[in-house]
């Protein structure tokens, strides 16, 4: 197996991300009962009752790529509804374990494919990020995906924005 | 199937997310199954097979704490749980896990995102394999 580095990730960035794309569409469409597309409309990027984040990573050695995922609130809440009662998600919200398993999901979509290109990874599990954190907004942004959910005029917006970068940490001396 | 009865089967679902576990109850409901247990880590699950007679045990591969990979490797050094079927659940979709966890002695191997028409059609799998398993012992009893 290859080292990899962040050079390598970058060298890959439209094929990871297509990976992402087909990743996430396929999760929501045939485990979550959700039709997402995916789409380009940054400027719909603002929602408007809430979001909800899950990161995720992927490391060898001295590189680690980070995954963050936002999603609006109401799309996890609409796939929620379909597997609970609405009692059990008064009670129990679960929108941050559907988070991290779309999250989990992906990740190891990406994984398998970057070890098809003989990089060798290990991933983390999913995690939500502290809430005075927005890793989205993180100053390293190598790619933006949209999703967007309601149907074929996309009339409700951007539904999950996924981004990923990756760090070369200094080696351990 | 002969002597395998859907509401009879005793299931244990193991998973640290309450989403899958609560996605693959209900495909399992929608299936005829009737008792389903569930275990949010490695700990909780061997208290319950301790004290369950379980038919088929879902785990998910990677949890905190004790992989289910682990936990299925121990439990199939042990013949006394040898009627069990061990279903890894797990998003690692490369062909080199699956070999691996048939190896260690998962009777199935499904891969996340779940969909129903796959799903069902491993249950159907995992089905045959116990009623296999328990006319080999028969036999093996009777012989």
Sequence with gaps: ?173 | MGTVNLPDLRVLLVDDNVVVRKLIEVQLANMGFKNIDSAGNSNEAQEKISATPYDIVFLDWNMPGKSGYTLMQEYREDRQYDHIAFVMVTAESQERYTREALKAGATMYITKPIAPATFKEKIDRVLAWLESNRASKAGAAGA
């Excluded at chain 1, 080292?3 to 439209?14: G, Q």
């Excluded at chain 1, 009339?155 to 999950?160: A, E, L, M, N, P």
């Design chain 1, 1 to 173: 197996m290859k080292p990899i580095s962040a050079k390598d990730i970058d060298a890959e960035r439209a094929h990871i991300s297509e990976v992402v794309s087909d990743g996430v569409v396929e999760t929501f469409n045939s485990m979550f009962g959700q039709a997402i597309t995916a789409g380009d409309l940054a400027e719909k990027f603002q929602s408007e009752k809430g979001s909800v984040y899950s990161s995720i990573k992927l490391h060898q050695a001295n590189v680690d790529v980070e995954f963050c995922f936002r999603f609006d609130i109401e799309l996890l809440l609409q796939a929620a509804e379909l597997i609970f009662t609405r009692d059990y998600l008064d009670a129990n919200p679960v929108q941050n374990d559907i988070a991290c398993e779309i999250a989990n999901i992906v990740c190891s979509k990406v994984k398998a494919y970057l070890n098809e290109k003989g990089f060798d990874t290990e991933m983390g599990f999913p995690f939500i990020p502290p809430a005075d954190e927005n890793p989205l907004l993180k100053n390293r942004d190598m790619v933006h995906m949209h999703f967007y959910y309601g149907g074929e005029q996309s009339s409700r917006g951007v539904g999950v924005v996924v981004n990923f970068f990756a760090d070369d940490k200094p080696p351990v001396t």
